[in-house]
């Protein structure tokens, strides 16, 4: 299957040439490799394993999680298969990507895949859970006709590491523009609708974690909050996420118990800005914009709500 991977970029940092190698060392032929770029300043273009890369640049005032990666498809839409990928998400080894693409040639069936997405290397206890949490050891697939079953995590992937078919990401609308983040999870839902599955591959891999403040789960969980407000839909056919919620907060508390009990305070601090930041951002309809642009993680997104 003819394949393009896309990867947004802003100053992608210390992590970005590792990727670069690591990508050069898979063996899946790739037809196209492009870059969407917001305007990086710490010479993220200029690496020299880029020289086969298709780049396009953008303001970073107009990045959009949707929106961007919409229009770098419609830019380079001929293949049957694409790819995303995250700056700092680092294959593990050389088969990672052919490994989610062959999910795609092997069952007709599915819209999208994602990878397993291990803790980098030196990963603190909180990132490492957090990982192993939502990106367990053993692959599924699902089906509409199972969100009983999954609830919310039905339409559970992230484009950190993510292959869609042609056909299913047309056929479900594409990317939607406008979301302050979660464009994955809102094709997944809608391909879902569509009648297509998905699946998780855990032996698909790469190594792609976040060491987060308390301020910074607090944001990034207000951010998810406002997602789900602003595509109420997915309560309808998916359920809610408090259950998913009490399942990671019991799981966590575990793992900090036996691997690293000093980080307890820290894990507590954070499911509580965790909690209250969704709760907060569920309700971000009925504060000030000035409010909600203070809580959130991606303050660009509220210019565009003025």
């Known amino acids: 299957m003819k394949t393009n991977l896309f990867i947004p970029t802003l100053n992608a940092g210390e992590k970005w040439h590792e990727t670069l190698e690591q990508l050069a060392a898979q063996d ?8 969407i ?8 273009l200029d690496d020299p394993l880029l020289r086969d890369y298709e780049v396009i640049s953008i303001d970073k005032k107009d990045f959009d999680h949707g929106g961007t ?16 990928l995250t700056q700092d998400a680092i294959p593990a080894g050389p088969y ?8 795609l040639e092997n069952h007709p069936e599915l819209g999208m895949a994602y990878g397993r997405q291990l803790p980098h290397h030196g990963a603190t206890t909180l990132e490492s859970h957090a990982r192993l949490f939502n990106y367990p050891k053993k692959s599924e697939t699902r089906s509409l006709e199972e969100r009983h079953r999954y609830g919310i995590k039905t339409i559970s992937c992230s484009n950190s590491f993510a292959a869609y078919r042609k056909t299913a ?12 983040l979660g464009e994955d999870a809102y094709i997944a839902g809608k391909m879902l609708l569509k009648g297509w599955e998905m699946a998780y591959i855990a032996t698909a891999q790469v190594h792609h974690s976040h060491d987060y403040t308390v301020r910074e789960e607090f944001k990034r969980y207000f951010d998810i909050g406002v997602f789900h407000a602003d595509s109420a839909w997915i309560f309808d056919h998916f359920g809610r996420a408090e259950g998913r919620g009490m399942e990671y907060l019991r799981s966590e508390i575990g793992h900090v118990l036996e691997h690293d009990p000093k980080a307890l305070p820290k894990s507590i601090a954070s499911l509580f800005a965790k909690w209250s930041g969704y709760k907060i951002g569920l309700a971000h309809k009925r504060l000030p914009t000035s409010f909600n642009k203070f809580f959130s993680m991606h303050k660009h997104f509220w210019h565009s709500t003025q």
Do not use: C, N, W, Y
């Open 69 to 84: 990666r919409q229009m770098a498809v419609e830019k380079f839409p001929d293949a049957d298969v694409f790819i995303f």
């Open 96 to 103: 990672a990507l052919s490994v989610l693409v062959a999910a």
């Open 169 to 180: 990401f047309f056929d479900a609308g594409g990317f939607p523009k406008g979301l302050i």
């Open 28 to 35: 899946l032929p790739l037809h196209r490799k492009v870059i």
């Open 37 to 44: 770029d917001s305007g990086s300043t710490d010479g993220t």
